[in-house]
């Protein structure tokens, strides 16, 4: 016995053509739509909706699927948080004990000093950049003041 009816196959066939003209758009946000397993999809989805034979729809729908990674998400996020700061406590406990701190120290301001260098430097080179381009309009402008002087006389 047959899992789809022919309309269904119709169905599914109009929403790849959709999708390849490029009038296919999804539900939710209204994007156009690339994917053709997600133009099958829709395909899908629209024959259920008229009725035609095509078997359900897996049991975690896409909203629920969503829902369901936003929590996991959100906890896993809390537990890393969690964890970080635990982290970050014993690691100055052992700094502590080790007395390596002080060398954490002086990496942080080499650091420091480096990033200011650099910035200096695109400073610097912004200036240079800007006295070019007034020499430049300056050139141009005196250029044309003698073109004018000649044409005058």
């Given at each position: 016995m047959a899992r789809y009816s022919k309309?269904?196959?119709?169905?599914?066939?109009?929403?790849?053509h959709r999708e390849k003209k490029g009038t296919l758009r999804s539900g939710r946000s209204g994007k156009k739509v690339t994917?053709?397993?997600q133009a099958i999809a829709i395909g899908l989805s629209e024959a259920r909706e008229k009725g035609e034979k095509v078997p359900d729809a897996p049991k975690g729908s896409s909203?629920?699927?969503?829902?369901?990674?936003?929590?996991?998400?959100t906890k896993k996020a809390a537990a890393k948080k969690g964890t970080a700061t635990r982290k970050r406590?014993?690691?100055k406990k052992a700094a502590a004990k080790?007395?390596?701190?002080?060398?954490?120290?002086k990496t942080a301001t080499r650091k420091r000093a480096t990033t200011k260098k650099a910035a200096s430097g695109r400073?610097?080179?912004?200036k240079t950049t800007g006295k070019k381009a007034a020499a430049t309009r300056r050139k141009s402008s005196t250029s044309r003041k003698r073109?004018?002087?000649?044409?005058a006389s």
């Open positions: 309309k269904s196959q119709d169905t599914v066939g109009d929403a790849l994917s053709r397993k909203s629920e699927k969503k829902s369901t990674r936003k929590k996991a998400t406590a014993t690691t080790k007395g390596t701190r002080r060398s954490t120290a400073a610097k080179a912004r073109a004018s002087t000649k044409k």
